[in-house]
């Protein structure tokens, strides 16, 4: 394991994308953030557009733009449902994100229709450290 890898938090009640978004489903709505090897990779955040309160979105919608000094990345969806609220937070402070992915960084909340769907791709926190040790 390298030392990047051995410092990261992967909390273990959210489930995980491959495209590194975590999505907490044990509260409704939904939460959905990047984590926090995401964050690493893009570097101190810059900017974020965020979508509409109330917009609807499905599964694999880009929801939301990032911007750090080192790249531009999207946020997909994992569920179906309504944006229901968006971290305001972020607008004058997008480095949250980098300094809190879990917690103050969260990015936005969705009232999902299929969030207990089996089928979404969401992995364990176990299955999501195994896979970023294969990207290194």
Aim: no cysteine.
């Amino acid at each position: 394991m390298t030392d990047q890898e051995n410092s990261l938090d992967i909390p273990q009640h959210l489930h995980y994308t491959k495209a590194h978004a975590w999505l907490d489903r044990s509260v409704d709505p939904t939460v959905e953030g990047i984590t926090d090897y995401a964050q690493q990779q893009l570097g101190e955040l810059v900017f974020v557009d965020l979508p509409e309160v109330g917009q609807t979105v499905s599964a694999g919608d880009e929801i939301v733009s990032l911007e750090s000094s080192k790249a531009v990345d999207s946020l997909v969806s994992p569920v179906s449902g309504t944006i229901a609220a968006v971290n305001s937070k972020l607008d004058d402070n997008p480095g949250l994100i980098n300094r809190d992915p879990y917690g103050e960084g969260w990015i936005v909340k969705i009232a999902a229709t299929d969030a207990t769907d089996p089928h979404l791709g969401l992995i364990s926190a176990d299955d999501y450290r195994a896979y970023i040790q294969t990207l290194d």
